[in-house]
């Protein structure tokens, strides 16, 4: 399976999609006047400036989150399985440059993701209840079949977007890092069941399977409840932890800083189990990794964003391009140096596995432990969102 995801990675993932992904970012950042960089400022101060301060006389608020509900959303919506395992994997497949890259990515991200949010949000529907629902598909119709009087051309590129949204479903990688990172935090290499010998990873890939369906089969409403509680608390914690890391290794920081700059523009010769990696295969993975961890560009963020109460489509996007800021230049970052700190990431391993040995350097078992339950949490959040979709 790893194998086979490492294949489907380089298809999906290839030169093409990135130079799209590049194209269209420019595109829009041109466009807009490089909106992400000379209004960044006023970005954060209408979207988690809100937290500490009252927008009065600016529209009604009646709906509008709490500050904790807010703080919990914002974090809670941008931490995951990208940041930990993507990252990880991204940094042991092309090195420490692979970070500048994701950085250097998600910038065009920010302004990708407030487009598609800002068209999902405008482009969206009621329905008889008087719900907001939308996402690509309804802005393709509306903004390509009917205002640009596309005809039916609109569905060329609904129907590639469709594939490629419920191709998620059913190829995801989600349940087999959760499975690595838990039996690898509790020591479950091989497990006897009746004499025969299993691989932990698969017995703790069954239960976490069966532990998704009893979440989601509808009957257990308040153990889902417990979960979206846990979720925000859960990605504080990772935060913290990722604080931490840094703080134990802060001698080695500017070492880290160094090696991210340099490798990112001379590829990163080979040290230990690590293969080394050129420039080119550099720029893909980071970039790749950061478009998994943000979403920007990926067409789900309208879907969510679309049922949101906002007073003006801009304004949701606002949200969209504030987070990928948080995603990926702090938490996924937080992920990469705590990688690279640790020194793990020359020794062949990679995604959760890694993850999880960068955190047990620093922490210990505990590291580990505490590690293995984000993942969890993470996992189960992770398909309820992938349902919500």
């Known amino acids: 399976m790893i194998e086979f995801l490492g294949w489907l990675d380089g298809i999906l993932w290839g030169l093409p999609l990135i130079v799209l992904m590049i194209a269209t970012g420019l595109y829009f950042t041109v466009r807009s006047g490089f909106f992400q960089f000379r209004y960044f400022g006023w970005i954060l101060n209408r979207t ?18 709490t500050s904790f509900e807010a703080i919990s959303t914002a974090i809670g919506g941008t931490v995951g399985f990208g940041n930990i395992a993507g990252v990880a994997t991204a940094v042991a497949a092309g090195g420490p440059g692979a970070i500048l890259w994701m950085w250097l ?51 060329v590129p609904a129907v590639i977007f469709g594939i490629g949204i419920f191709s998620t479903f059913f190829v995801t990688s989600s349940t087999l890092t959760a499975a690595q ?17 299993i691989e932990g990873v698969i017995i703790m890939g069954v239960l976490l399977c069966i532990l ?22 859960m990605s504080i914690l990772y935060i913290l932890m990722g604080i931490g890391m840094i703080l134990v290794n802060i001698r080695l920081v500017p070492a880290a800083f160094i090696s991210i700059f340099t490798n990112a523009f001379n590829g990163t010769a080979a040290i230990g189990g690590f293969a080394g990696c050129t420039v080119s295969q550099m720029i893909r993975v980071g970039m790749a990794r950061s478009v998994y961890s943000n979403e920007a560009g990926w067409g789900t963020s309208p879907m969510i964003h679309s049922s949101a109460k ?24 937080i992920t990469g140096f705590s990688v ?22 620093g922490f210990g078992t505990v590291g580990s432990i505490l590690l293995a339950f984000i993942m969890i949490i993470f996992h189960r959040h992770h398909l309820r969102r992938m349902a919500h979709l």
């Open 48 to 65: 988690i400036g809100r937290i500490f301060h009252s927008d009065s006389g600016a529209h009604d608020e009646k709906g509008m989150l």
């Open 105 to 155: 990515c998600s910038l065009l991200g920010m302004i990708l993701k407030q487009v598609e949010v800002t068209l999902g949000c405008y482009y969206r529907h009621t329905n008889e209840k008087g719900d907001f629902y939308g996402g690509p598909t309804y802005y393709m119709e509306c903004g390509l079949g009917e205002e640009r009087h596309w005809g039916k051309l609109w569905l």
């Open 181 to 197: 990172v838990v039996s690898g935090a509790f020591h479950l290499d091989m497990i006897n069941l009746g004499g025969f010998q």
């Open 212 to 233: 998704t369906y009893m979440v989601t089969a509808g009957g257990t409403r308040k153990i889902a409840s417990l979960f979206s509680k846990l979720v925000p608390f």
């Open 310 to 333: 906002t007073p003006h489509p801009v304004e949701q996007g606002l949200w969209g391009s504030f987070e990928v800021f948080f995603d990926t230049i702090i938490i996924c970052s």
């Open 340 to 361: 690279i700190l640790s020194g793990n990431w020359v020794d062949g391993t990679n995604g959760g596995t890694l993850a999880l040995s960068s955190f047990a350097s």
